[in-house]
């Protein structure tokens, strides 16, 4: 069991679910030291549990500030000496001192192709925009918020009758799969960053980010 994985959550952790998934069938290189929400009613802490994996509560309403209560989750972060900290669903805005604690090995997965739509309601926008194509990605955690260097992505079409929830479904089924995906590369050590960029197999990403397609049956 090498490598040390800790995934924070706000909500009901369907990607998290995922990532679970591809680690109890041996796909990833690591393991989930734990599961880590600051929503004590979060239904992710339930899968966790249901997983056995450790979890823990640290309630962002407690604290005075959110330097404050940063400060405390890295410290319960840290118990754990990560390899790797996933945000899978964590609905936090975080200080810059917790970015850079993490900076190189800290994820995230957002609800757009990157680095358009960058913030909330992705798809309503996307459809709104006339968008012919939207999708997922997987960035590196940088101070700016969805704008870490972008290292996987996945794509659906975007239909005539599409509403913001029918075409959030279908791009949630192929977060499911790209999430797990990036993993088992960092757990890999084959994506890393250098310099701001990242890297696959050595091989800079810039402007070559790889992309997967959604299958006709998933459109």
Same mark, same amino acid.
């Given at each position: 069991?090498?490598?040390?994985?800790?995934?924070?959550?706000? /909500?009901?952790?369907?990607?998290?679910?995922?990532?679970?998934?591809?680690?109890?069938?041996? $796909?990833?290189?690591?393991?989930?030291?734990?599961?880590?929400?600051?929503?004590?009613?979060?239904?992710?802490? +339930?899968?966790?549990?249901?997983?056995?994996?450790?979890? #823990?509560?640290?309630?962002?309403?407690?604290? %005075?500030?959110?330097?404050?209560?940063?400060?405390?989750?890295?410290?319960?972060?840290?118990?754990? +000496?990560?390899?790797?900290?996933?945000?899978?669903?964590?609905?936090?805005?975080?200080?810059?001192?917790? *970015?850079?604690?993490?900076? /190189?090995?800290?994820?995230?997965?957002?609800?757009?192709?990157?680095?358009?739509?960058?913030?909330?309601?992705?798809?309503?926008?996307?459809? $709104?925009?006339?968008?012919?194509?939207?999708?997922?990605?997987?960035?590196?955690?940088?101070?700016?918020?969805? =704008? =870490?260097?972008?290292?996987?992505?996945?794509?659906?079409?975007?239909?005539?009758?599409?509403?913001?929830?029918?075409?959030? %479904?279908?791009?949630?089924?192929?977060?499911? %799969?790209?999430?797990?995906?990036?993993?088992?590369?960092?757990?890999?050590?084959?994506?890393?960053? $250098?310099?701001?960029?990242?890297?696959?197999? =050595? *091989?800079?990403?810039?402007?070559?980010?790889?992309?997967?397609?959604? #299958?006709?049956? $998933? #459109?």
């Amino acid at each position: 069991m090498s490598g040390s994985i800790v995934i924070l959550i706000s /909500g009901s952790g369907s990607n998290m679910q995922a990532i679970i998934d591809t680690v109890d069938a041996g $796909e990833i290189s690591g393991h989930i030291s734990a599961v880590i929400s600051n929503r004590p009613d979060a239904f992710g802490l +339930e899968r966790a549990q249901a997983a056995g994996i450790h979890t #823990e509560v640290l309630d962002h309403t407690e604290f %005075k500030s959110r330097e404050i209560f940063d400060l405390n989750l890295i410290r319960k972060i840290d118990d754990f +000496e990560p390899d790797l900290v996933i945000l899978a669903g964590f609905m936090r805005i975080l200080t810059p001192d917790f *970015v850079r604690r993490y900076s /190189g090995r800290m994820i995230n997965i957002h609800p757009s192709l990157l680095p358009k739509y960058q913030g909330l309601h992705t798809h309503k926008r996307a459809i $709104e925009a006339g968008d012919k194509e939207h999708g997922a990605s997987v960035h590196f955690v940088t101070e700016e918020l969805d =704008g =870490g260097p972008v290292f996987i992505q996945a794509s659906v079409p975007v239909k005539e009758s599409d509403t913001p929830e029918a075409l959030a %479904k279908r791009v949630l089924t192929q977060e499911h %799969k790209i999430f797990p995906i990036a993993v088992k590369w960092f757990m890999e050590g084959r994506v890393q960053l $250098e310099n701001g960029i990242p890297h696959m197999d =050595g *091989v800079s990403l810039e402007g070559r980010v790889p992309r997967l397609h959604a #299958e006709p049956s $998933e #459109e």
